[in-house]
C-alpha cells in the first residue's frame, strides 16, 4: 500500500473514466428524436418534511431545499437528524466529520443501516470503513436531489450487506434542460470558507445533457487550531432517447480532517486521571515544541494526571476517493424495463496520530519488535529512553493506520407491469479488496515540520500488521406488487444475502516470549449466506386523505471483513487474537438479524380550522426483534490488542412509535414536528470470562436483561418552525435528544440536550444583466449556545465511557447565484 503513485493512478482513472463514458455514449449516437426536457428541480414544497406516499413501510424524505436551508452544504446525513426516529451528531455543524460521527435510527447504530447514492452501495460508513464512503465523500451536498429514509424495513433492491435497521437512499439531482452556471460562497465563524461552482450544459442535440461542478471547503476546527479542508468533483452526463436513458456518474474528492480524541470519564480513564476531565480535548499543533515540553512525566511520558491520549500533538483523518457509475435504463417494451450499472470505487486514505511513545501500553508494543531495547522492564526509564531515541528523540511517535479500498460491482434490475402485478427482480454482486496497515514513523526533534496535512514518508521504525482481504457479495431479490383492487395493494418479495470473505496478514502482530497467548491475527475464509429473507407489506387507501400501511420483513448483517482494528470500528473475526478463536467464531457464530414489524397511517388533508389550513402526517408503531448480537467479550485495547471472544450475546427487543407532520397556517407558515418514543431492551444477560471463586473457576454474568441500550434516547422531538413570504423565508429548527445511558448496565448517563438553528434568506429577482437569480442566506447553528454531550462512546459494561462535546454557537453567510 505504498502512496507514491497514487497520484498517477488517480489522473489515469479520471481520464478513464472520462473516456468509457465517452466510449459508451458513441454506441448510442444515431440520430435520435430529441428528449423531453428533464423533470424540474425541486422548488420547494408545502410540507417541510416529505412523507412518502403509495410504500408499504415507513418512508420520509428531505428535499435539496430543505437540506439547503439546514446549512448550505450540510451533509444529506444531518439534514436528516430531523427525520423522526433520528439521532445524528458531529462536531462540525456541517455534519461532514466521521471520526466522531453518532447516527442512531430505532436503536440501530451506524453500522446497522444501510447506505446507497443513486442505487449504487455506499457500505457502512464507518470511520475507516472498508466497503465504502460516507454520503459527503461520494457527492457535494449542492447536488443531492432528496435523501430518504425507510426506518427498519428498506427496500429489497437496497444495495447494503449491513442494513438490520433500515436505509437511507441519496439521490442526486438531474441535468437542468437549460444553460446556467450556479455559483455558492460560504463564509463564517472559525475562517469557514466554502466555495460551490456547479455549469449545466443545459439540452444539447442527440438528447444529452450534463453538468460539472467543483467544490472548496476549509474551516478551523472550534476547539483547536487545525483545518478541515477539502476538494471535491462531480460529474453527471444524462442521455435520453428512444429506447431508454444512460447516465454517467462520477466523483473525486479529497480531505484532510485533523480531529480532537474524546474525554474519557471514569473508569475509561487511567486511575491517575480519573478526574481529570475537559470538556474538549484540543491538540497541541502547531506549538510543536510543546509537543516534547509538556511531557513532564517522564521520557515520552506525558503528566500522570492527564492520562492516556490527552497529551497527543495532533490527529488527522486523510481521504481520497474516486467513485463513478455507468447506467442504462433500457425501455424494452411499454410495460417492462431493464436497468443495469456498472460502478467502481477506489479509495486510498490514513488515520494519523501523533502523540507521546509511554502511553496506552505501548512500550510492551515496541518492545515485541525492538526486545533489544528492554533494560529491566518495558517501562523502565532506560527502556523508555530507548525508545525515545528509536522514535527520533522527541518523545513522540507517529502512528498511522492506512486503509485501501478497490471496489466494482453490478447492479441489475428488471421491472415488469404485468395487469395489476408490478414485478420486479435484481442481483447486485461486488468485488472488494480492502486493506489495512498499522505503520510507525519516527518523529524526531530535528524534523518537527510534520503536520497533520503531511503523509509520513521516510523510514519506517516498524509495520504493527499488514491485513489483505478479499470479498465477494451477491444480493439476490424478487417481489410482487399486487393491486388487488383499486384501493387495495398487496407486496410480498424475499432476497438472498451471500457473502465470502477471505482474509490474511501478510505482517502479523509479534509478541514478547513472555507473553503467555500470544496475539497472532488469524488467517482464513468465512461464508455467510441467508438464501430466504422474507418482506410482505399491506396499503390500503382508507379514503381520499389517508393511507393504511402495514410491513414485516426479516434482515441480516453480514459480518466484516477488517484486520486488526474491530475495538474501534467493529466486531470482527480476523480481529481476534489467535487462530483458534476465528476457528471457534466459523464454528459457533451466527449473523445478526431482525425481524421488523410496522404499521402506520399517512394523511394529507386541507383543513378549515380556524388558523390551520393544511395537515400532511403520519404516525407508525414498530416491533423489532434483533437476534444474534455480537459483542466482543473480553477487554479490547485498540493500539495493543489482546486475546478476545467474538460471541453471540443475545437479542434485543425494540418497541417504539413515531408521530410526526407538518401543519400549514396559510401559505406562508408552516410548523413540522416530530415526537419519537423508543424502548430498546436487551432480553438477556451474558457470560465474560471467569472468576475463581473458593478455588472453583465461576463465569462471570453481566447483567443486561431489561437494560436500555446504550446510546439510544427513550424521547426525541424535532421541529422545525418555516416562515416564507414573498422571496423573504426563515425558520427555527429545535432539536431534542432525551437522556441517554453510556454504559450497558445503565448505571452511567448523559443529560439531555436541546439545540436551536436558525435560518433566513432572500432572493434577488433581476430581470436584467447575466445574473438570473440572487440569493442571500444567514444561518446560526446552535443558537442558544447549549453545552453538553454531543457523542458518547460506550468503553465497557459501567463506570466509565468516553464522549465528544456539542459544538458551540457558529454563524454562517451565503450568497447564491445563477447565470
Not at 11 to 39: I, M, N, R
Not at 704 to 729: A, C, Y
Not at 770 to 785: A, M
Amino acid at each position: 500500500m505504498q502512496s507514491g503513485s497514487w497520484s498517477g493512478r488517480r489522473a489515469w482513472l479520471w481520464c478513464g473514466s472520462a473516456l468509457a463514458v465517452f466510449l459508451a455514449t458513441q454506441a448510442y449516437a444515431a440520430d435520435v428524436p430529441a428528449a423531453a426536457d428533464a423533470p424540474p428541480e425541486p422548488t420547494g414544497v408545502a410540507e417541510v418534511v416529505v412523507t412518502a406516499v403509495n410504500e408499504t413501510r415507513s418512508t420520509v424524505a428531505m428535499e435539496s431545499e430543505q437540506i439547503q436551508r439546514v446549512l448550505p452544504g450540510a451533509s444529506p446525513l444531518k439534514a436528516i437528524q430531523f427525520l423522526p426516529g433520528v439521532i445524528y451528531r458531529t462536531a462540525d455543524p456541517w455534519g461532514n466529520n466521521e471520526q466522531n460521527l453518532s447516527l442512531f435510527v430505532h436503536g440501530f447504530s451506524t453500522q446497522q443501516l444501510g447506505y446507497t447514492l443513486d442505487g449504487v452501495p455506499l457500505g457502512d460508513q464507518q470511520y475507516g470503513n472498508y466497503n465504502g464512503l460516507s454520503v459527503s465523500r461520494a457527492i457535494s451536498s449542492e447536488n443531492v436531489a432528496r435523501v430518504s429514509l425507510s426506518s427498519g424495513a428498506g427496500s429489497l433492491g437496497v444495495a447494503s450487506t449491513s442494513n438490520l435497521g433500515g436505509a437511507i437512499e441519496t439521490f442526486s439531482r438531474e441535468p437542468s434542460a437549460e444553460q446556467n452556471l450556479n455559483l455558492r460562497q460560504t463564509l463564517g465563524s472559525y475562517e469557514a470558507n466554502r466555495t460551490f461552482a456547479r455549469v449545466d450544459t443545459g439540452q444539447l442535440a442527440g438528447g444529452w445533457r450534463g453538468y460539472i461542478s467543483y467544490l472548496h471547503q476549509d474551516q478551523q476546527a472550534w476547539d483547536f487550531n487545525g483545518h478541515q479542508r477539502g476538494h471535491q468533483i462531480n460529474l453527471k452526463v444524462v442521455r435520453d432517447d428512444s429506447h431508454g436513458t444512460l447516465t454517467f456518474y462520477a466523483d473525486w474528492q479529497q480531505k484532510v480532517e485533523p480531529n480532537e480524541d474524546s474525554t474519557a470519564f471514569g473508569n475509561a480513564q487511567t486511575a491517575a486521571a480519573r478526574n481529570f476531565t475537559p470538556y474538549t480535548r484540543p491538540f497541541i499543533y502547531p506549538d510543536m515544541a510543546a509537543c516534547t515540553s509538556r511531557l513532564t512525566g517522564g521520557p515520552g511520558t506525558p503528566p500522570p494526571a492527564e492520562g492516556n491520549n490527552f497529551s497527543n500533538c495532533f490527529s488527522a483523518a486523510q481521504r481520497e476517493d474516486i467513485l463513478s457509475y455507468l447506467r442504462y435504463e433500457w425501455r424494452l417494451a411499454e410495460n417492462l424495463t431493464w436497468t443495469n450499472t456498472v460502478y467502481y470505487h477506489y479509495n486510498y486514505g490514513r488515520g494519523i496520530v501523533a502523540g507521546p511513545v509511554n502511553t496506552a501500553g505501548l512500550p510492551a508494543l515496541f518492545a515485541t519488535y525492538y526486545p533489544n531495547l528492554v533494560v529491566g522492564s518495558a517501562t523502565s526509564t532506560a527502556t523508555l529512553t530507548n525508545i525515545v531515541n528509536l522514535f527520533g528523540g522527541s518523545g513522540n511517535a507517529v502512528r498511522t493506520t492506512e486503509y485501501r479500498i478497490n471496489r466494482g460491482g453490478v447492479l441489475s434490475n428488471l421491472e415488469w407491469q404485468l395487469g395489476s402485478h408490478q414485478i420486479e427482480a435484481g442481483v447486485w454482486f461486488e468485488h472488494n479488496e480492502p486493506a489495512q496497515h498499522r505503520v510507525w514513523y519516527p518523529m524526531s526533534q530535528a524534523n518537527n515540520n510534520l503536520t497533520p496535512y503531511d503523509v509520513p514518508r521516510g523510514p519506517k521504525a516498524l509495520t504493527q500488521y499488514a491485513a489483505e482481504f478479499y470479498v465477494n457479495d451477491i444480493q439476490l431479490y424478487i417481489q410482487d406488487q399486487w393491486r388487488v383492487l383499486p384501493n387495495l395493494l398487496l407486496q410480498a418479495g424475499v432476497k438472498s444475502s451471500l457473502q465470502d470473505a477471505n482474509g490474511k496478514f501478510p505482517v502479523n502482530q509479534r509478541n514478547l516470549p513472555t507473553v503467555a497467548v500470544p496475539v497472532q491475527y488469524p488467517t482464513g475464509s468465512i461464508e455467510s449466506n441467508e438464501w430466504f429473507l422474507p418482506q410482505a407489506g399491506l396499503l390500503w387507501d382508507a379514503t381520499e386523505n389517508e393511507q393504511v400501511f402495514v410491513n414485516v420483513q426479516k434482515n441480516m448483517r453480514q459480518f466484516i471483513p477488517y484486520g486488526a482494528g474491530s475495538g474501534f470500528y467493529g466486531f470482527s473475526a480476523w480481529s481476534l487474537g489467535t487462530q483458534s478463536a476465528f476457528d471457534l467464531f466459523k464454528e459457533t457464530v451466527d449473523p445478526e438479524t431482525s425481524w421488523t414489524y410496522e404499521a402506520g397511517l399517512r394523511t394529507r388533508r386541507n383543513l378549515a380550522l380556524g388558523p390551520v389550513t393544511g395537515l400532511d402526517g403520519q404516525v407508525t408503531v414498530y416491533h423489532v426483534n434483533f437476534r444474534d448480537r455480537l459483542l466482543n467479550i473480553a477487554p479490547y485495547n485498540f493500539i495493543n490488542p489482546a486475546p478476545a471472544i467474538l460471541a453471540n450475546v443475545g437479542g434485543v427487543t425494540t418497541d417504539g412509535i413515531d408521530v410526526a407532520g407538518t401543519l400549514s397556517f396559510g401559505e406562508h407558515l408552516h410548523l413540522y414536528n416530530a415526537v419519537s418514543y423508543n424502548k430498546s431492551k436487551y432480553d438477556s444477560d451474558y457470560q465474560s470470562g471467569t472468576t475463581v471463586v473458593n478455588g472453583v473457576s465461576t463465569p462471570v454474568t453481566v447483567a443486561t436483561s431489561g437494560k436500555q441500550v446504550p446510546l439510544t434516547p427513550t424521547w426525541m422531538n424535532k421541529t422545525i418552525l418555516r416562515f416564507d413570504m414573498g422571496r423573504f423565508e426563515a425558520a427555527l429548527s429545535g432539536d431534542y435528544i432525551g437522556k441517554r445511558y453510556v454504559t450497558y448496565l445503565n448505571d452511567l448517563s448523559v443529560d439531555s440536550t436541546f439545540t436551536v438553528d436558525l435560518q433566513a434568506s432572500y432572493r434577488f429577482e433581476l430581470s436584467d444583466g447575466p445574473v438570473k437569480n440572487l440569493r442571500l442566506s444567514v444561518n446560526v447553528t446552535n443558537l442558544t449556545d447549549e453545552t453538553g454531550v454531543s457523542t458518547a462512546a460506550v468503553t465497557g459494561n459501567s463506570g466509565g465511557y468516553a464522549a465528544f462535546p456539542l459544538a458551540p454557537r457558529m454563524g454562517f453567510i451565503t450568497l447564491e447565484a445563477d447565470f
